[in-house]
């Protein structure tokens, strides 16, 4: 040890946790001195885990995980990059064979302080986030601010970062460091940072137990902030007197992998710096940091297609050395290689500039852990599971394709639905693109250092991914407060393939649905079930169960429709509509699951549908054979609704739709229907609400106006005739209703509007006053694109030319 403190004390190395250069400075003083063991700010538990740093698997950024034992989520974190102090002597300790050992208060009592558990992490140091009852001081602020800086990180690069270590100065850093803080501490006191006091008694109480051991060959590495208390003179008794009483909880730790992004944030050792991919640039680049760096920016840009040259490097490289010396400052910083890539290579444009901020100043590497480092169960067959599927956890978002036919892409699907069961949130499905089929799935995925915490949590469940899941489900299910969360339940369950939670999932469904007689539930709860049917064929699962439970909760919306739907208010009767597309949709999907599970059941109301008893069959709650025409029940339903005063107007109009888009009613039928409701008699009001249902919500309502002129003519004579007084109070339902449109069919409709009653035919016939439209079909121009449309619908080749004119002759009609 050829450097000791002060009066032949220990070496104290005041840091910035997650500063470069404090980790230049550290491996520096610790060659210099050759301490015969390295104490470091960290909880003692992690004491067996540092063997593991030397291993090869073990790549920063990672992180010292603490929970509690009984309650994994009340954790801790203490994250450390390859340029932080901390992790540079846990390395040089390793690579030296010298005892490394951590001397801060045990996370037994760090995880313990308060009175509530946290589902969030705890501060794992005393720079961690002040609460809002605090004043703190922020050291860094206090002497930048002292030295005329209004930045205190423009301070530190200036002062620290762009000065490098001196040749045979190892320690003048930690000396003018700890001068600095000592004043500070002097001024201040503990600066808000109360928990300090118990922290520092630990420490010295640590630090003297080494000293007796190794004398004067003891070095610490810890916040600088803490240096004037270490060096204090305070009595043992003192010390152990406060840290008698402290209380404690069961604690494991071990190593998970960290990210450059979570650093970002203020969590763990609090640096929160802004810039970790820049500060992990300034440590690694071995000389010219600037030119590395804008080398590196301009080799981004050009996989993003901008075209940026070494031109435009070599002269970003100038601007930036510029900009440093017209600021008074040794070396450019991060804020001229900023402004100089903004200048030179963006053009001036912020939009490039926030990607060079997301992937690099930022960046997006993800740490890792070697395997033989302590994890929970579950945590194992997590590992198991990922390696097998090749599915690695990575830090940069990125979307995957799943192909359910693969058994690989099965599998992923099944573990990404399992974990999110479990609210391990790896993945979020994202609608696919170019396909609506129950084979293929999007998965938007990204690894956070917090899921390691969550998968501790989860492990409560059981031991494997697996069993955890089915575990959690089916205590899900018994705490659900609502029918839809049930459904929702056991359309996951299915998803996520857990065969032995969903007859769980199912009963409590059943005898929720039985129990329930509120109409809006039930009709919220069926699509989800409905759309679990979907998964059956695809996924290999027996669904005649879930069959039956949906089968029964339509029937009784069926019955308990047409009464719900009584005097309602606005807000309620746009809800009910809501509702009644929903069940429209989930009728469909569950005739054909009812046919698939009960072939010889007859289907006739599909060929009637509208003159039926709406109670008929409605008893019971299955899939017996006499109620098994659910098309034809819901038409009649639909028809009781399209008919009743009693049902608002938007209702009544979304069924006269649904009935007309079916074949259920005629054109002429429903033209006498909206005739009958938009006569002089009707309020305007409840004749805007019809229309509304009819022809708004995204339903292609203006599709219908343009190629039935009768009903567009309904509507214009009804909306010329509405009072004065009463048009503002249907304006808003009449904006929202054709506001939904797309711009070509406003303008179409605006068109026909414009040439007056009594000048409007069919739209076919609408003579040359509206442009795409003539009184005779062209069959010249429709001759023109047959060839490119039997060429998209692949009906090529001379073999097929006779099933080519049948096409053909289709076609045309549809033309016309």
Sequence with gaps: MTRTGAGGGPLLLGVRHHGPGSARAVRAALDAARPQVVLIEGPPEADALVPLAAEEDMRPPVALLAHAVDQPGRSAFWPLAEFSPEWVAIRWALSHEVPARFIDLPATHTLAWGSNASTEPEEGSADA????????????????????????????????????????????????????????????????????????????????????????????????????????????AADRALLKGLAKVKTDMTWVPWTHRRLSRVSGYGAGIESPGWYGHLFSAPDRPVERWLTKVAGLLRGEDRIVSSAHVIEAVRLAETLAAMRGRPLPGLGETTDAVRAVMCDGSDVPLSLVHDRLVVGDVLGQVPRSAPAVPLQRDLERIQRRLRLK??????????????????????????????????????????????????????????????????????????????????????????????????????????????????????????????????????????????????????????????????????????????????????????????????????????????????????????????????????CGPGHRDLRGRWHTVLRVLSLRDTVPGVVRGRAVRLLLDEGKVGQDEAARLMGLVLSPGTPPGDAAAWIEGFVGGGSGGGMLLLHDERLLGLVDAWLTGVPAEAFTDVLPLLRRTFSAYEPGVRRTLGELVRRGPGQRGSVTAAGPGIPGFAADLDAGRADAVLPVVRLLLGLGGPEQDARNRDVDDDLVGVAG
């Design 129 to 236: 986030p002040a609460r809002e009852t605090d004043v703190r001081v922020d050291p860094l602020a206090v002497l930048a601010e002292t030295a005329g800086y209004d930045d205190p990180e423009r301070w530190w690069e200036d002062v620290v970062e762009h000065r490098g270590v001196r040749e045979g100065d190892a320690f003048a850093p930690f000396t003018a460091l700890e001068e600095a803080m000592g004043a500070l501490r002097e001024t201040y006191g503990t600066g808000g940072h109360e928990r300090d006091l118990v922290r520092e008694a630990h420490m010295r109480l640590q630090l003297r137990a080494a000293q007796r051991e190794f004398g004067d060959g003891v070095a610490v590495v810890c916040g600088a902030w803490h240096v004037p208390a270490l060096r204090s003179k305070a009595s043992v």
């Design 393 to 622: 956890p990575e830090a940069l978002e990125r979307e995957l394709e799943l192909d359910l036919r693969k058994e690989t892409d099965a599998g992923r699907s099944r573990l990404l639905h399992r974990l999110r069961l479990l609210r391990v949130e790896w993945g979020e499905p994202v609608a696919p693109r170019g396909s609506t089929g129950t084979f293929r799935e999007t998965w938007r995925l990204r690894w956070e250092p917090e899921l390691s915490v969550r998968v501790a949590e989860a492990g409560v469940w059981g031991t494997t991914v697996r069993d955890a899941a089915t575990a959690k489900a089916e205590a899900d299910a018994l705490s659900a407060q609502g029918l839809a969360e049930v459904t929702a339940l056991a359309e996951r369950c299915l998803l996520a393939e857990l065969p032995r939670a969903l007859p769980v999932v199912m009963r409590i469904l059943a005898d929720r649905a039985a129990l329930d007689a509120d109409v809006g539930h039930l009709a919220q709860a069926l699509p989800a079930l409905v759309r679990s049917l979907r998964y059956g064929d695809v996924r290999g699962t027996d669904t005649r169960a879930l069959t039956e439970v949906a089968a029964g909760l339509a029937e009784r919306i069926f019955v308990g429709l047409p009464p719900a739907c009584a005097a309602l208010d606005a807000d309620a009767a746009d809800e009910m509509r809501r509702h009644v597309d929903a069940v429209h949709g989930s009728v469909g999907l569950l005739a054909d699951a009812v046919a698939l599970a009960h072939p010889g059941a007859r289907s006739a109301g599909d060929t009637d549908g509208v003159t039926g008893d709406a109670d008929a069959g409605a008893g019971g709650a299955g």
